[in-house]
């Protein structure tokens, strides 16, 4: 097969032995990646952000392209997951709701107030229906006029008052 | 136990404490930060020499101060619910800022603000910082996306006001039919009445010798009963008819006042909605209003008419009895309560799952081809299948519920009717009652509770017009983000354009194109190439003005775009686009859309000068053959040829080019090509095209990289500055190279 093409498919999965991720002291996620001869500032992105938190991370250059993926955060060192966890914390916010506190209707937006992971947050859903990202059949993803997301892992497991507030878009 | 301080659980007063240690702030907004699993609650501050936040942590102030010489340039990130913005200080890059993503704007607009006075052309204390807050002053609520109207504090009593403004030419139509709504109401109360007389003057008479005596009377009666009949069947019909007129321009006056505005909105305003959201406001949103106007609302006054006659006319008769028969009802106005909210719950599920088996249905359909391709027919049946199962539980829920407490609401109603008969047996036994008060009484309570039943559907039915009132009102607030100046000109384009300097960005946080210029005399034809994505189409959408320039200017014969009428402006452009869209209509209909007065020989020449007239007259009707989605199916290479008819009839001074050849084969595209050479000749032309043979004719070659330019030349000098341009065309002989070596295997 042509080389060029097999460079176009072939992914290269970042692991502890192949580069090496830093901190600068400004707070800047870095990444070395000796094969390359790359050692610059990296972005994250989740390939799969509502089933995978920690495994197929994309490492991204300043100009947002790829440079390597991580395959599982889990092979690498506590100390470096711990860097990469808190980049991906910058990059995605979406609280877990625990309780559904409040859902008024008016107009044609839902107002919730939700007991979250992060503390009570209220946020405001525009056409609820399309605004809930169904991922299985117990967790789902609620996204606000600001296009914040808030998740909840399992609605089963939800308090009975919660529940009752949210069945009827279910 | 430890004392908290008294603002650890109230919003810190972060301005006082700014204000105290470090002077008065030139603006200042609220960021909450996510750290660790908690959010942090914080403010930045801007002041004439720095730049500060300040965040409240384990109890303390956190402060960090950046000295604004130091900064030399921020940038803005958008993420998933986060927004941050970072600096640069010396050399490096740090995080200044985040917040959540309802803070967006406020830190977009902080990294335009430090930018501008890092490079100099802003002073900090000149800075006007606007806060776009998402969310109500008032009560906290977010606003809907791209309004700044809350849709909670925005009484009421506003939204009437401007209803009632907006359908003012119908208000004495409307008040008519409210009054023959109230009278065929109280003519058909004054009924039973009349058959008390009828019963105890006549028909219960025991002294048979006056009956007869008095049969003329009795005839005056019964004949006052039929006229009240006949006027209320006159009154219905009049209200009926007028209702329907009344109902019919409201509907039509609403939709032509949004149809109106929604065509004034630019590009980028009618991008915000989906065709579905806009057709389902200019049509469903206006009728549900029209319906309340002109029925509904006549509907309240007929009930409350009915509920107010018939309690007073209980009342007067036997105050006693009307106890006694009202006593059920406020357990039938809770069961009606109860049941409409329980059903309500059940039918909206309902009307959502209906939506669903519909949405899937249209996927399912409009990805016919996929789904045989694949052969996944049977998991999309079993798709179906679940959402029409869905749709069944709940209708047979809803079902139930209404059918399992509807018969308990009747009985308890009919209650009032047996304390009636007991009351009024006992009553006529010790004759201090007649069977014609009865027979009214009994017409009377079978009256009284109609309104209770309806009264409890109110709730539901206000609030479903107001939410289309709502959404109607949401796009009539919408302000177009382009609009003509107010000395704009009309003006005959010669075809010099001038693109100086351009930056712009759909996104005010991220520049799509930046410093952009060139200009191109009259007659010339300027060719753009780029890898896709680079901002070639965004150029001309700008040179239309479909959008405004955040920075530079594009002038056209030395008059800023902007300056220039749009209706003058667009009447002297004519696009080709990669895809043409066809109305629904005859081929004629469709060329003659930008002339309509053009003559049949004007479109015959147009339609032969674009290689398009020999395939039009071996369609079934010629220029008359119904094309668009509901006839005779055009292919690309025969849609490109009408739409560049279409801009040959319109004459414009400026021609623009958006891949006009890309989809079509080399052999249709060749036909193209030639209607395009005789449609650019001494017409300024802007052409887009990944096909750089189209490109051959151009005048001069633009080349977009990294959202600027790279390179500008001819086609042959770009070739020897050996630049992307001349990669890209290499590439491309290659490409053609291979393909002919694909297709004569023998040339090898």
């Given at each position: 097969m042509d080389q060029s093409f097999e460079n176009a498919v072939t992914v290269f999965y970042l692991n502890p032995e192949n580069c090496r991720f830093y901190m600068t002291e400004q707070k800047i996620l870095m990444c070395s990646i000796p094969t390359l001869s790359f050692d610059a500032r990296v972005f994250l992105a989740k390939a799969f952000p509502f089933e995978k938190n920690e495994e197929y991370l994309s490492v991204l250059n300043e100009e947002k392209?790829?440079?390597?993926?991580?395959?599982?955060?889990?092979?690498?060192p506590e100390e470096t997951a711990e860097l990469v966890r808190s980049e991906l914390e910058k990059r995605y916010f979406a609280p877990k709701i625990k309780k559904i506190v409040k859902v008024n209707e008016r107009f044609g937006f839902s107002y919730w107030e939700v007991e979250t992971d992060f503390g009570r947050l209220s946020f405001t859903v525009k056409d609820i229906q399309r605004s809930l990202i169904r991922v299985s059949e117990e967790r789902l993803f609620v996204v606000d006029t600001d296009g914040c997301r808030y998740e909840i892992e399992n609605v089963n497991e939800l308090d009975r008052k919660s529940y009752s507030k949210i069945q009827l878009y279910l | 136990m430890k004392r908290k301080a008294s603002w650890e659980n109230e919003p810190f007063p972060f301005e006082e404490y700014f204000v105290s240690a470090h002077g008065k702030a030139v603006f200042h907004f609220p960021i909450s930060s996510n750290f660790c699993l908690s959010l942090i609650e914080g403010e930045v501050f801007l002041a004439e020499d720095a730049l500060y936040r300040l965040e409240k942590r384990k109890g303390e102030v956190l402060e960090r101060c950046f000295p604004l010489e130091k900064i030399e340039e921020a940038r803005f990130y958008g993420y998933t619910g986060i927004a941050v913005c970072e600096i640069r200080v010396e050399g490096l890059w740090l995080e200044f800022c985040r917040s959540r993503g309802k803070d967006k704007k406020n830190i977009s607009q902080l990294v335009r603000i430090v930018n501008e006075i890092a490079d100099g052309s802003l002073q900090a204390k000149d800075a006007v910082f606007v806060p776009k807050s998402s969310t109500c002053p008032r009560c906290h609520r977010p606003y809907a996306p791209g309004s700044q109207v809350c849709h909670h504090c925005d009484s009421k009593k506003r939204f009437s006001g401007r209803l009632l403004a907006m359908v003012r030419p119908q208000l004495l139509g409307i008040l008519l039919s409210m009054i023959l709504f109230g009278a065929t109401t109280l003519f058909n109360l004054v009924i039973p009445m009349i058959q008390r007389n009828l019963v105890d003057g006549f028909l219960q008479n025991s002294d048979i010798e006056y009956a007869v005596s008095h049969i003329s009377s009795m005839v005056l009666v019964v004949l006052s009963m039929a006229l009240v009949r006949v006027l209320i069947v006159i009154f219905s019909v009049c209200r009926n008819n007028l209702l329907s007129r009344v109902s019919n321009k409201t509907v039509v006056k609403m939709r032509g006042d949004i149809y109106r505005h929604i065509q004034t909105l630019s590009v980028a305003g009618i991008s915000r909605h989906t065709a579905g959201d806009l057709i389902s406001r200019v049509s469903r949103d206006t009728e549900e209003i029209s319906n309340f106007l002109t029925h509904q609302l006549p509907n309240i006054l007929e009930q409350v008419l009915t509920l107010l006659f018939v309690g007073t006319m209980l009342f007067s008769t036997d105050w006693r009895l009307a106890i006694f028969i009202l006593l059920p009802m406020p357990f039938v106005a809770i069961l009606f309560r109860v049941i409409w909210r329980r059903t309500q719950k059940l039918y909206r599920r309902q009307w959502f799952e209906s939506a669903n088996a519909d949405t899937t249905l249209h996927d399912i359909f409009q990805g016919v081809r996929v789904v045989k391709v694949y052969g996944t027919e049977k998991s999309e049946i079993a798709k179906y299948d679940k959402v029409i199962a869905n749709l069944r539980d709940v209708s047979v829920r809803s079902e139930y519920v209404w059918s399992s407490l509807m018969p308990y609401a009747n009985f308890l109603m009919q209650v009032g009717n047996f304390i009636l008969l007991y009351y009024a047996g006992t009553h006529i036994l010790e004759g201090q009652m007649t069977i014609g008060e009865l027979t009214m009484f009994t017409s009377y309570v079978s009256l009284i509770y109609s309104p209770l039943r309806w009264m409890a559907r109110v709730p539901r039915m206000l609030q479903r017009t107001m939410t289309s009132v709502s959404k109607v009102f949401e796009v009539l607030d919408e302000e177009p983000d382009v609009s003509d100046a107010e000395n704009a000109r009309e003006m005959t384009i010669r075809g010099e354009i001038e693109i100086d300097s351009i930056y712009f960005g759909y996104d005010e946080n991220e520049n799509v194109l930046e410093n952009v210029s060139v200009s191109i005399h009259p007659g010339e034809m300027l060719g753009i190439v780029g890898r896709s994505g680079v901002g070639k189409s965004t150029l001309i959408n700008l040179v239309m003005r479909l959008y405004d320039v955040n920075k530079g200017a594009i002038r056209i014969d030395g008059v800023d775009v902007r300056d220039i009428a749009q209706h003058s402006l667009r009447s002297q452009i004519g696009v080709v686009l990669q895809e043409t869209f066809l109305f629904s209509g005859t081929v004629y209909e469709n060329l003659v859309y930008a002339k309509p007065d053009a003559t049949y020989e004007e479109v015959i020449r147009a339609a032969k000068l674009a290689n398009a007239h020999s395939f039009i007259m071996k369609l079934p009707d010629g220029y008359h053959t119904v094309v668009g989605e509901k006839g005779y199916t055009l292919s690309g290479g025969e849609r490109q040829r009408v739409a560049i008819a279409r801009a040959v009839l319109h004459d414009p001074k400026i021609l623009i080019l958006d891949e006009a050849t890309s989809a079509l084969d080399t052999e249709t595209e060749k036909l193209v090509q030639d209607a395009l050479a005789k449609l650019c000749q001494n017409r300024t032309t802007i052409a887009i095209a990944h096909r750089l043979s189209t490109l051959r004719n151009a005048t001069k070659l633009l080349v977009l990289d990294k959202k600027s330019v790279a390179e500008i030349g001819t086609h042959e000098e770009l070739l020897k500055q050996g630049g992307i341009y001349h990669d890209l065309v290499m590439a491309q002989r290659q490409m053609s190279a291979i393909k002919k070596t694909k297709k004569n295997p023998d040339s090898l």
């Open positions: 392209q790829e440079v390597g993926m991580i395959r599982d955060l889990a092979v690498f | -």
